[in-house]
């Protein structure tokens, strides 16, 4: 028997309605199936009655096996229950506009290993991030978006999630509100990142409202998407102090680092099946 099979590795991620016995039953099929447990995390939320585990595993056993061995489990329970391959990468669409800041943040990571995904597109409704997809040899996808062309782009964002095995979808500051359908569609598949004035400063120029406003915090939030704009399940947040001797100029430099941050956090969370949905939140086992 080879090194690398003995060491291949699982993560399970479940949910389900909390009662006693869970985690007894768990690490039982567990060891039926030959696995070690390397680390184990649960959280039982009292506000929706919801169990949480996430659980690594190595084993030499097949991911079919596991499967066979987790099944009755997960039935006996009313299990939500997932079966990865521990640091498997998740095929990843990068969506932006113009700001190339998150994008780029992203890309990077990627690239030096840092974050667990495979981006096989870039999709944006501009051309102005068309050379920064070609420097790291990406396809890039160009849709314009009208609001007479809005349903037939989204179909052809359909067809390039669907041809390009697409797990999830990221909106690297992509400034278009996607339809209520198609965010359903990406219900926990679609990541969002946007400043942290909500509601205080909408529309444009949200640094500089809160640099005439005297702000002593900047940050950024990014979600799930869901129809509510920018109200979906919160991941990862982030915030850095300011004074009145920073400029508006600076809020914005600023708010750019704490949003390539605070979305790359979410995704590698995402990534790494550590965020589980709890209704309008979120259970993050980081």
């Not at 390397?38 to 939320?45: E, F, I, K, N, V």
């Not at 349903?151 to 339809?179: C, F, G, H, K, P």
């Not at 990014?222 to 399940?233: K, N, Q, R, W």
Request: net charge negative; with cysteine.
């Amino acid at each position: 028997m080879t090194e690398d099979l003995l060491n291949d590795s699982y993560v399970v991620t479940l949910s389900c309605p909390d009662r006693p016995g869970i985690v007894h039953a768990v690490a039982g099929a567990l060891l039926l199936a030959g696995c070690n447990i390397t680390d184990s995390q649960q959280y039982g939320s009292q506000a929706t009655g919801t169990f949480f585990m996430r659980v690594e595993a190595t084993t030499t056993a097949s991911q079919a096996e596991l499967h066979t061995s987790l099944d009755p489990v997960a039935r006996a329970f009313d299990m939500q229950l997932t079966l990865n391959p521990a640091g498997r990468r998740v095929r990843t669409l990068l969506m932006a506009s113009k700001s190339a800041h998150c994008l780029n943040d992203l890309l990077f990571l990627q690239r030096s290993g840092t974050l667990p995904i495979e981006i096989p597109a870039i999709v944006s409704n501009h051309r102005d991030l068309q050379g920064l997809a070609e420097f790291y040899g990406i396809p890039f996808h160009h849709i314009p978006v009208t609001p007479e062309t809005k349903v037939d782009a989204e179909d052809a964002l359909r067809a390039i999630m669907a041809e390009n095995d697409v797990e999830l979808t990221v909106l690297a500051r992509y400034m278009q509100v996607l339809s209520d359908s198609l965010c359903t569609e990406l219900t926990g598949k679609a990541i969002n990142i946007h400043h942290s004035f909500l509601p205080s400063f909408k529309g444009a120029k949200p640094y500089h409202q809160a640099h005439a406003r005297g702000v002593k915090l900047i940050g950024a939030t990014a979600h799930y998407v869901t129809a509510a704009l920018d109200e979906g399940p919160i991941i990862e947040q982030e915030v850095i102090r300011v004074d009145h001797r920073r400029t508006a100029e600076q809020f914005v430099q600023m708010g750019r680092d704490v949003e390539g941050r605070t979305l790359a956090q979410a995704v590698q969370w995402h990534a790494e099946h550590r965020v589980l949905l709890d209704g309008n939140r979120t259970v993050v086992f980081n």
